[in-house]
């Protein structure tokens, strides 16, 4: 099996991959991350010749891989988003727990006399 084949199975089972909406995200992150990994290893293999076989097989990666990168962005996103909502929750939190702790204590206070 040429390295074209084996990029070309590799890349439709991480685009699979990625449309299936799973729940658990860090068993996913984990697939997609294993199959990113044997498909670098495999284009860096790739060398011509390449029989018109080869060539369809290599513009039909190249279409996938449009909407990996999408899928992968959007999943950067989320990940993003989340990250940000547990800063926010955190320091609300912190904010609940302690209110005084943010209070400037350098203030001055002027006493006007009659």
Not at 81 to 103: E, F, G, H, L
Request: glycine share 2%; with cysteine.
């Amino acid at each position: 099996m040429t390295s074209v084949i084996k990029c070309y199975e590799v890349t439709r089972s991480l685009l699979q991959v990625l449309q299936k909406k799973s729940t658990e995200r860090d068993q996913l992150l984990e697939e997609i991350d294993q199959l990113l990994e044997v498909r670098q290893a495999l284009l860096v293999e790739l060398t011509p010749p390449y029989t018109s076989e080869e060539k369809e097989m290599g513009k039909q990666i190249i279409k996938w891989n449009k909407e990996i990168d999408s899928i992968l962005r959007s999943v950067h996103e989320s990940i993003q988003s989340d990250i940000q909502m547990t800063s926010k929750k955190k320091t609300s939190v912190n904010k609940y727990t302690n209110p005084y702790a943010s209070i400037q204590q350098d203030g001055m206070f002027y006493d006007k006399k009659n």
